[in-house]
């Protein structure tokens, strides 16, 4: 009795022990979702110290654990990542008159890899300077 399988040299048994150890398309990389990756995301130069400025989204098409963070020193002085959740909180207070706009790299990752991706955040500038005057007292005449 002939096996097929035999005839080929095997080929049959080597497929199927591909097929256990990468089955279907193989792990797939999760992504971010929101979109201010495609935009911007504003942030009130007011916002309190410990606030929550948004929450990072990702989909991963095999349901792998996600764990999220945010790269870099600069970024990571001024913003956290609680790592399972997405929440993006301040650790900083922004100055719009300092510095207007940030560029940060946030990253996701699942088991088999991390995906980082940049988002330009604009502080949005409120009224936080009265105005002064110097050389006080002022006079003014207007005539009629």
Known sequence: MERPWAAAGGFLPLLLLLELVCPGQGNRLPYFTNYFF?????????????????????????ND???FGVVGEEAS??????????????RQPLDRETKSE???EFS???????IKGTVNI???DV?????TFHNQPYSVRIPE
């Open 65 to 67: 654990p996600l764990v």
């Open 122 to 124: 604009q502080v949005g």
């Open 108 to 114: 996701v990752s699942d088991s088999q890899g991390v």
């Open 127 to 131: 009224n936080d300077n009265a105005p």
């Open 102 to 104: 940030f560029t940060v």
């Open 77 to 90: 002085r001024f913003f956290a990542v609680e790592s399972l959740t997405g929440v993006v909180w301040l």
């Open 38 to 62: 495609d935009t911007y995301l504003l942030i009130n130069e007011d916002t309190p110290v410990g606030s929550s400025v948004t929450q990072l989204l990702a989909r991963d098409l095999d």
